[in-house]
């Protein structure tokens, strides 16, 4: 079992992998208009940076997680640390706009493997009743990663421009010292090599193991059209359609994002109380109630105020994710299945910035009607998906079955 110091290495650690990667990520959104205008090119063509992005992070966490499943989550989350924030670093010296393009889909691979490396490691290290916490507290990191790329632009980008902002992302990957010396290897992956799953049951298993990676899939398909349909082009609405400066755009985004912590958080621990589903299908519901007044919301205050809400809801749901999803996995591919489900939804809804530009220029250059359009669609649809779904609270990481059957 591991002692308490190291699940608070683990946690720590997990969390500011996920903090970091959610930067580098984030820190395009805020400066897509000033990339586009560099090379000649347009918003449209860029936001192709994000689609390939949020299309290829399924690659990278079915890659890192059968290597994770096999070699141990400790190191392929180092390998993996290192090698987002040497590809963030590199899009910075990006000569082209293809290039750029070209080192947004190698980082979408690596950013792909952290967050189910990161889950699995720490779930399988911690107690069960602290698992609706950490689970906010670890998918928290997302959002921690999101206010810090505001902080970092709202600060250093009259000074460093875009490119700047990308080299300077190279210094955390310092966290591979903190993740090889603090934290340990998890054990229920050190379970699974004393006590692997029989080769003879393993290939059935797979097949009857289906239906939960294609529910997982969807769940995470919906939830990421639900996200990422309110934040991915948010800051482009706030400067092209509201008209506000990169100042008063950091100090609203830096003001969402503590509401999408606190989101997190909160969703996490009431999920431990009511339950992974209900938590989410409550959240998602407020959500879509609030969903016309996000979108319409006009003056600083108000768009503040109900940018703040919208992401405390939103939050509210994914901070369940990493106990849910890890929860619900086969044992033998903890590693595999969270992330691969998480990033393979984000797959599906990868062309949700390309959608929304398009359907703003559909209507006029309305931002927030297109993107109300696709985030409400994706939240109706993860309502329906949760309502219906498994619940696994507090089932046993070394159990031999490691999941739940699906009906």
């Not at 720590?12 to 970091?20: D, H, R, V």
């Not at 890659?63 to 590809?87: C, E, H, I, T």
């Not at 003879?200 to 239906?211: V, W, Y």
């Not at 950091?250 to 994002?257: H, K, S």
């Amino acid at each position: 079992m591991v002692g308490k110091q190291q699940q608070y290495n683990v946690v720590i650690a997990s969390f500011l992998g996920w903090t970091i990667d959610a930067f580098d990520f984030f820190l395009l959104i805020f400066v897509m208009g000033d990339i586009a205008k560099e090379f000649g090119s347009t918003v449209k063509v860029v936001s192709w940076a994000i689609t390939l992005t949020l299309g290829l992070r399924v690659v990278g966490a079915f890659l890192f997680g059968r290597l994770a499943d096999r070699y141990g989550r400790k190191p392929m989350l180092m390998v993996n640390v290192l090698l987002f924030s040497v590809l963030e670093c590199a899009s910075g010296f990006a000569p082209t706009l293809t290039a750029f393009l070209v080192l947004r889909a190698l980082f979408g691979v690596a950013m792909g493997g952290e967050w189910g490396i990161g889950a699995s490691l720490t779930m399988e290290s911690i107690p069960a009743h602290w698992r609706g916490f950490v689970s906010g507290l670890l998918q928290s990191g997302y959002s921690f990663g999101y206010l810090l790329a505001a902080l970092v632009f709202g600060v250093g980008f009259d000074t460093l421009g875009w490119r700047g902002l990308f080299i300077v992302a190279i210094l955390p990957a310092f966290l591979v010292l903190y993740i090889r010396s603090k934290v340990s290897e998890s054990p229920g992956w050190k379970v699974s090599r004393v006590d692997p799953v029989d080769h003879g049951t393993r290939r059935p298993a797979n097949r009857a193991n289906i239906r939960r990676y294609l529910y997982a899939i969807a769940l995470m398909a919906a939830a990421a059209t639900f996200s990422h349909g309110t934040q991915d082009l948010y800051p482009t609405f706030l400067r092209i359609q509201h008209g506000f400066s990169v100042h008063e755009v950091a100090t609203i985004a830096i003001v969402y994002n503590i509401g999408a912590i606190l989101g997190c958080l909160c969703g996490g621990t009431l999920s431990q109380w009511l339950g992974r589903r209900r938590e989410v299908v409550l959240a998602a519901v407020l959500a879509l109630a609030l969903l016309p007044f996000w979108a319409t919301a006009s003056g600083a205050i108000w768009v503040a105020g109900t940018a703040f809400c919208m992401q405390f809801l939103v939050q509210c749901m994914f901070g369940v994710m990493p106990a849910h999803l890890n929860e619900i996995s086969p044992r033998e591919s903890r590693a595999t299945f969270p992330g691969f489900t998480y990033q393979f939804g984000n797959f599906l809804a990868a062309g949700n910035a390309t959608i929304q530009v398009v359907l703003a220029g559909r209507l006029n250059g309305d931002y927030g009607v297109g993107m109300a359009l696709v985030a409400g669609a994706g939240a109706l649809a993860f309502a329906l998906l949760a309502t219906f779904g498994p619940e696994a609270k507090e089932v046993r990481m070394t159990a031999a079955s490691g999941g739940v059957e699906l009906a």
